[in-house]
């Protein structure tokens, strides 16, 4: 190998993390939020990426 030669060649990786996402709506004045898993079917107001950020934003957990 000649002196000075540059080596192009580097090792990287990352890693994918899928979250749950979190459905906001409305029910009688209270805000409440569904997991994607609960399958919720009424009509979507917002979405979050965390329940963390719904609490924050004011929404308590629904039950189906």
Known sequence: MPSGANNKYALGGSRLVKRTAIY????DGVKIYYRESDHYDGTIMEKF???REAALAGYFPGTR
């Open 24 to 27: 906001e709506n409305v029910r």
């Open 49 to 51: 990426t965390s329940e």
